[in-house]
């Protein structure tokens, strides 16, 4: 089972970007999946996910700026990130099958190499 996670660039703030996470091995629908980053000196952090129903969460950081969202025959999940804030700068990681909650990175199973976000100012 593998994670391929794209689509990081330097971007400026106020501007937006696309991630996408790749799934290959087996499909994670009804397992939850999940963004998470880090940044310099930080913990790693929830940023939105899909719980084992479907459902869609986000963090109190990103909500109405961030968008998850999959393509079930793509075996793909993506997260579109509008106006961008340099805070958002980070290592973002997408992550697969957790097994109590869908903000919690030590619950998560499976996780991709991480993608590089830099929103300069």
């Known amino acids: 089972v593998q994670l391929q996670a794209s689509g990081g660039d330097l971007v400026q703030a106020g501007g937006y970007l696309s991630l996408s996470c790749r799934a290959s091995?087996?499909?994670?629908?009804?397992?939850?999946q999940g963004w998470f980053r880090q940044s310099p000196g930080k913990e790693r952090e929830f940023v939105a996910a899909?719980?084992?129903?479907?459902?869609?969460f986000y963090s109190n950081s990103v909500k109405g700026r961030f968008t998850i969202s999959r393509d079930n025959t793509k075996n793909t999940m993506y997260l579109q990130m509008n106006s961008l804030k340099t805070e958002d700068t980070a290592i973002y990681f997408c992550a697969a099958a957790y097994s109590r909650t869908y903000d919690r990175p030590t619950d998560y199973t499976y996780w991709g190499q991480g993608t590089l976000v830099t929103v300069s100012s």
């Open positions: 899909f719980g084992w129903g479907g459902s869609t």
């Open positions: 091995g087996r499909t994670f629908i009804n397992s939850g």
